[in-house]
């Protein structure tokens, strides 16, 4: 598509029960992020992606959050054990590797995933 | 830890107006900065980039400012319109990171009125 799709729009579902998240990138692009955005919040980054790199993990909040990205496309972000503070919106970015050694490190950003734990 | 951050976090103009909104880093190795816009609802979208190298970009009534020297960062609209009511996030790019990773400051809502 011409832009980052993320589904699902909107999850609600109860505490303890997993929740998965997908994101497809923009084709062609070879990183992708994940970043949560609580309400009224910044950006908190989540996970990154390069190409066939070892992703970077750093921003995981526990071992309940786990994400993967299958033939460098389409990722899935999962939540184990859903608790109450998970609740915000995920987002996910794509973008062209090769442009960060210019210094363009644009993002392209889907519409996210409101997640709501009841 | 190094942060981005944002002086004001909500800012009222009125339509016609122009805006200005600011933004502290305190990483001295970023040499790298965007503005996003976020409207409700909608994932960030890219406004307008500035390196290092340059003290000020304009783009499409939009300017950039850069003060290396006190690590501040601001974003100026001109005639503001209701339209640009949003929430604007600055993001740095540490370079020496190797890596395209943002890093965001927690954003300024802009509201517009008519």
């Known amino acids: 598509g011409a832009g980052v799709s993320q589904s699902p729009s909107n999850k609600v579902t109860e505490k303890g029960k997993d929740v998965e998240l997908r994101c497809d990138p923009i084709s062609g692009h070879t990183a992708l992020y994940w970043y949560r955005q609580s309400l009224g919040q910044g950006l908190e980054f989540l996970i990154y992606f390069q190409g066939n790199s070892a992703p970077d993990k750093s921003g995981l909040p526990s071992d309940r959050f786990s994400a993967e990205r299958t033939g460098g496309s389409v990722s899935t972000l999962t939540i184990q054990r859903t608790q109450q503070e998970d609740s915000a919106v995920y987002l996910c970015?794509?973008?062209?590797?090769?442009?960060?050694?210019?210094?363009?490190?644009?993002?392209?950003f889907g519409e996210g995933s409101r997640l709501t734990v009841l | 830890g190094e942060s981005v951050g944002l002086h004001l976090p909500t800012l009222s103009v009125q339509e016609g107006d122009n805006s200005i909104i600011n933004c502290a880093y305190s990483?001295?190795?970023?040499?790298?900065f965007i503005w996003y816009k976020q409207e409700s609802g909608k994932g960030p979208q890219f406004i307008i980039d500035i390196r290092s190298n340059m003290d000020k970009r304009q783009g499409q009534r939009v300017t950039v400012l850069l003060n290396k020297t006190v690590k501040h960062l601001s974003l100026q609209i001109a005639a503001t319109q209701p339209g640009d009511s949003a929430v604007y996030f600055c993001a740095e790019n540490p370079m020496n990171s190797g890596y395209s990773t943002l890093t965001f400051g927690k954003g300024t809502m802009l509201l517009v009125s008519p």
């Open positions: 970015a794509s973008s062209f590797y090769v442009r960060v050694k210019e210094g363009t490190g644009e993002l392209f």
């Open positions: 990483n001295s190795a970023s040499d790298y």
